[in-house]
């Protein structure tokens, strides 16, 4: 996984990047001493090392110079969504024992037949100040001002819009978000995908993503890491765990029953709107190598891409799949500023792939490039240097739509049989986008 955190004198863009450990390292010191710590979901009562509420809600915006905004997607369709609090009762919590059922919240985003239905909040209250308070810069090392309105920000996404209907149903796409990111930071890409004409959902791994608003508007935030090769490790496991336990509970949903524990009305059309037989995932870091560790345990997953996220573990051995590769498709897709990181992992994974693969790099791009803080940094009036290291020197409205061209051809192609053509070599249309080897 690649990471990074600035130093907090703000020096040279070459001092600001931190390692993995210490970046973990500092987490836990901010979780150990922050007011904003954990609650646990809402059916489940608050644990030691999760003693107090989150704020319930973030300071004004004081920088952006107005509300900030996502671009809007590229697709024919207007895009719907509904959040949905999922309840595995076979397992107890993987990172709070105590608690004897894990409790997820995940977002579907879907092509809607009309945009009609409630704005969708981008963030909600309690998570939008967590994210202010401590994960923006924090986690993220994003040199982001404090008081932005993360929860008000324009998503182009309708709550309880009617499904689009297409015979056969829509394909299924899962986003898996980096450490340290909450689901929603992915919304750019996840929108456009929606209004392409796929069902994705967006996975929040509560205990180890940065902030989790459940029903009730209780919050559970990331416990403290410890070690950190163990605590990554663990991390892609309960992921992949997770994952398949998601993949179980869309079946519920396909099959004309509603998952959501709170009973929650679902969107007009979205029982039986699901094509399960063709299901696809992509996650950025963190995320991204969860992408190719959950089809490696789970074959439901047809087609994976892995945005900037290492495929070797902390103490440098390779992940299993980086051992003996996938037999399917899949795609890593990286940076090309920084510190590059992903090098052997992916360099194995590729040698030992019998199936499809390729390898992608962006040029001018950093790690948070393939995030919304592609679209969301520009609109804080950061100095040069600032933006520059958060999301590098390419344009961002071309890092935006080359990144939503490729992910959009990449699973048009090995999940509805189109050309693929952009997957083929180099494009004049997008002169950014590099073929690796």
């Known amino acids: 996984m690649t990471t990074h955190r600035p130093n907090p004198t703000r020096g040279p863009s070459t001092s600001r990047r931190r390692s993995t450990a210490l970046r973990l390292a500092t987490a836990a010191a901010v979780l150990a001493l922050s ?6 979901p809402a059916s489940a009562a608050p644990s030691a090392a999760s003693p107090q509420a989150a704020p319930s809600s973030p300071a004004p915006a004081a920088q952006s110079g107005g509300r900030l905004h996502l671009p809007d997607p590229t697709g024919r369709h207007a895009v719907g969504e509904v959040a949905l609090h999922l309840i595995d009762h076979t397992r107890p919590d993987p990172w709070q024992p105590a608690q004897q059922q894990r409790e997820l919240m995940v977002s579907v985003f879907y092509p809607a037949s009309r945009p009609t239905g409630r704005p969708a909040p981008y963030m909600l209250p309690a998570a939008a100040a967590h994210f202010d308070s401590v994960t923006a810069d924090d986690y993220l090392g994003l040199h982001v001002p404090a008081g932005q309105d993360w929860a008000g920000t324009a998503t182009h996404v309708q709550q309880g819009a009617p499904v689009a209907d297409q015979d056969g149903g829509h394909p299924v796409l899962i986003y898996s978000p980096g450490l340290g990111e909450p689901r929603t930071w992915g919304t750019t890409l996840v929108t456009d995908l929606a209004s ?6 967006t996975v929040d791994s509560t205990y180890e993503a ?11 935030t990331m416990v403290a ?8 490790r663990k991390a892609l496991a309960v992921r992949a765990t997770d994952t398949s336990f998601v993949l179980d509970q869309l079946a519920v949903l396909d099959g004309g029953h509603n998952p959501d524990a709170d009973g929650q009305p679902l969107p007009a059309g979205l029982a ?8 696809g995932m992509f996650g950025h870091s963190l995320g991204g190598s969860a992408a190719a560790v959950t089809m490696d345990a789970d074959h439901r997953i047809r087609a994976g891409i892995d945005m900037d996220g290492n495929l070797t573990n902390y103490d440098n051995s390779l992940m299993p799949v980086a051992q003996h590769g996938l037999d399917r498709p899949f795609l890593l897709l990286g940076k090309d500023l ?13 040698a030992n792939t019998p199936g499809w693969s390729r390898e992608l790099k962006l040029r001018g791009a950093q790690h948070a490039s393939f995030t919304d803080a592609e679209a969301l940094i520009p609109q804080l009036g950061l100095t040069t240097a600032d933006r520059t290291d958060d999301i590098g020197t390419i344009d961002p409205q071309t890092a935006i739509r080359t990144n939503e061209a490729y992910l959009a051809a990449y699973f048009d192609h090995w999940l509805r049989g189109g050309r693929g053509q952009l997957l083929d070599g180099p494009s004049a249309q997008y002169p950014d986008m590099e073929f690796v080897n």
């Not at 890491?225 to 990554?232: I, K, N």
């Not at 039986?272 to 299901?279: E, K, T, Y």
């Open 35 to 40: 007011a904003v710590s954990a609650v646990g």
């Open 196 to 201: 392409r004409g796929y069902v994705v959902v």
């Open 210 to 220: 940065p902030e989790v608003q459940f029903p009730g508007g209780s919050l559970a």
């Open 225 to 232: 890491p410890g070690d950190p090769d163990a605590f990554l």
């Open 272 to 279: 039986g709107a699901l094509d399960l037989s063709a299901v």
């Open 338 to 350: 920084g510190t590059i990181d992903t090098g052997p992992g992916w360099q194995a994974f590729r």
